[in-house]
């Protein structure tokens, strides 16, 4: 076990020019009310002639220009903002004590570049002019570090294609835009505007989610820009009361909240010296808030002890385990903590990572698979299995898999498996420690699912490729093959931006993935199975398991081969012991058919009776001849079908109300009727459900499907 050495801060350097005083400060230390923000939403960016000249800083072949114009396009495409691009024979930023009027990115290697590098590692700076008193930025400068170090000393480069041991620069450049716009460091670890950045390769992976915008890094930019529209604001104070009755600020606390439906976390906000808070930008939900701290720079050291000895530091709490927003409305939170809600520090998870390499930045996870995550820091060798959790309903600790590993850099280390469901939200979710004691420390928004890294769209849905691909895994349960995958993209990318074209043109792809006869064949197949032996529908892991055992040639001898296990599974021994004769091994098969689908195949008894030897192979044969029976796949095709849209679109097990309505909405209509289809597949394409799976960001309606 290694823990990695600790990424560098990504540099914030603002400078007030009203009254002119210079600030070598993050925005975060600054005692100041007044939020900081540019007075416009258009916001005019220039662009130096550097970029297009990159230094030795930059692997070569990297397109600069492009990653600075992504950069700016994922926050463009999140709030009401709009920039303004031009370009600039500028190479260097404004001096500390003037501004020159012009919002300069560039990456050149000039003396005054350099000198805003008061740290070697930093990856990179923003140097903010604003009015103090207002609290309007007139000008913002970005320079990308051009001798980025090591923590030992060794020089570093910047990259866009992953390479292992350097810093992405799109993820630099995504952060440091954010300060250009007037957002300060956040405490919540998969947040773009989290301070520190990890190298490409830690965790043996590389390093993008930081270009991504988070919901906290959204909730933040949407509440001081916009758009408001149905945003909603929670504030309040958060006191402490001492063993002697005095009531104290919790000041510098981290404050966040977390959807009860999912456990994402939505935003967040600090505490001010008073123990207030308020946070913007809060869709209307239903919502946990929570709270830790001190965090940042806001409270300092001698501070902090002043408050622990005083029982001002909350440990980690949860301030209240429900509160309904709603929309457009502002909602008020008041809370007062009894000592026992902040027990004496004897824990501090400070590390996480996966396989086998810690980190203070978050790990990535992939919906519908297990992984090992590994935590350091004092007192999480007292945590039991029982006493981890990750604060979701779609994430499971296996509490029996807790491991303590070898200590590392005189930390304890623990090791546990979280299994992710295959339909969880893309978002940051939290990691929860309760001690033997009782104390409860998190680590807020530590792992993150973001599948849309690689692409500067709100959502990775929308991304012709990714639309394409992931069809073919949940409705094939493959990789595309390269033929197929061009031509469905081709498609798509016809339309040339078209958005009526585009919106079309989805439907119509995505239809004939839900009607393709490689899905249906194999997805009628499993169905069949588990309906004429057990009356009940598969489920998605049974249905996943099963289906991966027909991919490849000779899907008649893999159907067979299946088949064959399948009656020898204990379940189905179960309901059809091995003793049972031909004649009652037929009439239950028969019976569940009928039952279930109210179709009489006692013709075919006969035939039936003829394969059955008393061994795996006859039953096997059996149920093979019933299942492709006509009547009794057209009885079932629909009820199929349906399962197959909740599998595919939804990645979970359908719920019984949604089920029989889909079901019910088909009885009078073909599925070979390709309108059908499409109809269907834009309800699902169009659910905030299916649209989350892929990004934080909602970017279809159900208007589209009465276009």
């Not at 059955?612 to 059996?622: E, V």
């Amino acid at each position: 076990m290694r823990i990695l050495p600790l990424f560098p801060l990504l540099g914030l350097l603002t400078v007030t020019i009203l009254p002119v005083r210079a600030v070598n400060a993050e925005l975060a230390e600054r005692k100041t009310l007044v939020t900081t923000k540019w007075p416009s939403n258009s916001i005019t960016i220039a662009l130096s002639s550097s970029l297009k000249n990159p230094g030795d800083n930059i692997v070569a072949g990297t397109d600069v220009v492009g990653a600075v114009q992504r950069a700016l396009r994922r926050w463009s495409s999140i709030a009401s903002v709009t920039f303004v691009e031009t370009a600039s024979a500028r190479q260097s930023i404004s001096a500390v004590e003037n501004g020159d009027g012009v919002s300069l990115i560039t990456i050149a290697d000039t003396p005054e570049n350099t000198a805003i590098f008061h740290d070697s590692e930093l990856t990179g700076c923003t140097r903010v002019f604003y009015d103090e008193v207002k609290g309007s930025i007139v000008e913002a400068d970005i320079v990308v570090n051009p001798h980025p170090v090591s923590s030992e000393g060794l020089p570093l480069r910047f990259s866009t294609d992953g390479t292992p041991g350097t810093y992405d620069l799109e993820s630099t450049l995504t952060h440091e835009i954010g300060h250009l716009l007037g957002l300060e460091h956040s405490s919540v670890i998969g947040s773009t505007m989290q301070p520190r950045q990890a190298l490409n390769g830690t965790y043996r992976l590389p390093a993008l989610t930081e270009r991504t915008l988070s919901e906290n890094d959204r909730a933040t930019v949407r509440g001081m820009y916009g758009p408001n529209n149905n945003l909603s604001t929670l504030e309040g104070k958060i006191l402490t009361s001492s063993a002697n009755g005095e009531t104290i600020p919790a000041a510098g606390a981290l404050v966040w909240a977390e959807s009860i439906d999912s456990g994402r976390v939505v935003a967040s906000s600090i505490t001010s010296p008073a123990g207030s808070f308020h946070i913007d930008g809060i869709p209307a939900g239903e919502y946990r808030i929570l709270a830790k701290g001190p965090h940042l720079a806001q409270v300092n050291a001698a501070d902090t002890q002043a408050l622990a000895a005083r029982g001002g530091v909350i440990r980690g709490a949860e301030v209240v385990d429900y509160v309904r927003i709603r929309s457009g409305i502002h909602t008020a939170l008041n809370v007062v903590f009894v000592p026992a809600a902040t027990p004496s520090a004897s824990m501090n998870p400070a590390w996480l990572g996966m396989n086998g390499e810690l980190s203070t930045t978050p790990v990535p996870i992939e919906a519908g698979k297990r992984f090992t995550i590994y935590v350091a820091g004092f007192g999480v060798d007292e945590v039991p299995g029982s006493g981890i959790s990750v604060t979701s309903p779609f994430m499971i600790v296996d509490a029996a898999s807790l491991k303590r590993q070898a200590p590392s850099a005189s930390n304890p280390v623990i090791s546990f498996d979280v299994t992710v469901a295959a339909n969880a939200p893309a978002g940051e979710y939290t990691l929860r420690f309760v001690s033997n004691t009782g104390e409860v420390s998190f680590l807020t928004g530590g792992i993150t699912i973001d599948p849309g890294v690689e692409l500067a769209v709100p959502n990775a849905d929308d991304d012709s490729r990714f639309f394409v691909t992931h069809h073919y895994r949940d409705f094939l349960g493959r990789e595309p093959d390269p033929e197929g995958l061009a031509y469905w993209v081709s498609q798509l990318t016809a339309c040339r931006g078209d958005q009526d074209c585009l919106g079309r043109r989805r439907l119509a792809v995505s239809g004939a993935f839900l009607g393709e006869r490689e899905s249906q064949d194999l997805g009628a197949f499993v169905y069949g199975l588990y309906r004429s032996t057990l009356g009940r529908a598969p489920r998605l892991e049974e249905f996943n398991a099963d289906r991966r055992e027909l991919q490849g040639t000779n899907l008649a001898e893999r159907k067979i081969t299946l088949a064959r296990s399948f009656v020898s599974r204990p379940n189905i021994l179960e309901r059809f012991p091995a003793e049972l004769n031909a004649e009652q091994f037929v009439d239950r098969v028969l019976m569940m058919v009928r039952d279930g689908s109210g179709v009489d195949l006692q013709i075919e008894k006969p035939a039936l009776l003829a394969l059955y030897d008393g061994r795996p192979r006859g039953r096997a044969a059996i149920l093979l001849k019933v299942i492709d029976n006509a009547s009794y796949k057209h009885a079932e095709a629909k009820r199929a079908f349906v399962l197959l849209q909740y599998f595919g679109y939804l990645r979970r097990d359908p719920d019984l109300e949604g089920y029989e309505f889909w079901t019910n909405a088909l009885k009078n209509r073909s599925l070979d009727d390709a309108m059908v289809r499409q109809s269907m597949a834009c309800a699902f394409l169009t659910s905030a459900e299916y649209q989350l799976r892929f990004g934080n960001v909602l970017t279809h309606d159900k208007r589209e499907c009465s276009r």
